[in-house]
């Protein structure tokens, strides 16, 4: 329901921006992270939006003070105050993801999270890097994430695809294999 709502923002921002080139709407981008952040610290500054009994205008001052507090462009604080008019601003996290998805199929990136039972060394990171740039033939984004369950292997999801060369993973095709 949340990315459905999110998305006519997210589109009708990256249209009125995209003009404007990558590094306007990356800086877009973190503004609107930042302000999502700031909510997500402070879940009552997003109940002041939603509780009927605060006036519209003390809303949009609000709003006003916080853009220009964290200093943001005006198609960001036109964003918030969009968003703040259609009780929306609990969806700003979506917004922002999908915003980001539609930056970085603009700007040629994909996002890819790697799972690993120890950190990586930076060689290690960049071979799996370049691996992944060749294999999707884009620029890849790569956060990494340590869980040491997985034993040995890794386990890598681009997207919807998930690439599971985990020990755990191998062990239970082995034995799926040799209940047969």
Known sequence: MSRR?????????????RREGIPALREIERQLATVAELFAREPALVRVFEVPGVTPATKRDLVATIA?????????HRMLVALEAHLR??????????????????????????ELPVAPEP???AALQQALARLFAARI??????????LAGFVVRVGSQVFDGSLVAQLRRFAA???Q
Do not use: I, N, S
């Open 5 to 17: 709502v999110a998305r006519p923002y997210a589109v009708a921002l990256y249209e009125v921006t």
């Open 68 to 76: 220009r507090t964290l200093g943001v462009r005006p198609e960001t």
């Open 89 to 114: 601003l609990r969806f700003l996290p979506d917004v922002v993801q999908m915003f980001r998805e539609l930056v970085d199929r603009a700007d040629g990136v994909v996002r890819a999270r790697a």
């Open 123 to 125: 060689a290690e990171l």
């Open 141 to 150: 984004e790569l956060e990494v994430q340590v869980h040491p369950e997985l």
């Open 177 to 179: 294999a040799a209940a």
